[in-house]
């Protein structure tokens, strides 16, 4: 009779972060801030991130969640309102 192996599940810790994008300067890349990824609005293809979540209110934009791909970190970006007031 084979004895069964007892597999160890490992749990993996999710860590969030809050990004303000009012406080960044130039065009709006920023590291990770875990691992220091460069996560940049002008990536279309989700290679270093991929948007998980997006939250409106009244038809804008308030909060984008998207996760890290290198450290899968899940990053808050709020501070849209400034973005609202720059139209």
Same mark, same amino acid.
């Given at each position: 009779?084979? %004895?069964?192996?007892?597999?160890?599940?490992?749990? %993996?810790? !999710? !860590?969030?972060? $809050?990004?303000?994008?009012?406080?960044?300067?130039?065009?709006?890349?920023?590291?990770?801030? $875990?691992c220091g990824?460069?996560?940049?609005?002008?990536?279309?293809?989700?290679?270093?991130?991929?948007? %998980?979540?997006?939250?409106?209110?009244?038809?804008?934009?308030?909060?984008?969640?998207?996760?890290?791909?290198?450290?899968?970190?899940?990053?808050? !970006?709020?501070?849209?309102? !400034?973005?609202?007031?720059?139209?």
């Amino acid at each position: 009779m084979e %004895k069964k192996k007892k597999r160890k599940m490992k749990t %993996k810790l !999710l !860590l969030e972060y $809050k990004v303000d994008l009012a406080r960044l300067e130039g065009s709006g890349d920023f590291p990770c801030p $875990k691992c220091g990824a460069k996560l940049s609005p002008e990536d279309e293809t989700e290679a270093t991130y991929s948007i %998980k979540e997006i939250k409106t209110r009244r038809d804008r934009l308030e909060e984008l969640v998207i996760q890290c791909h290198r450290c899968e970190s899940l990053i808050h !970006l709020a501070g849209f309102k !400034l973005l609202d007031s720059l139209e």
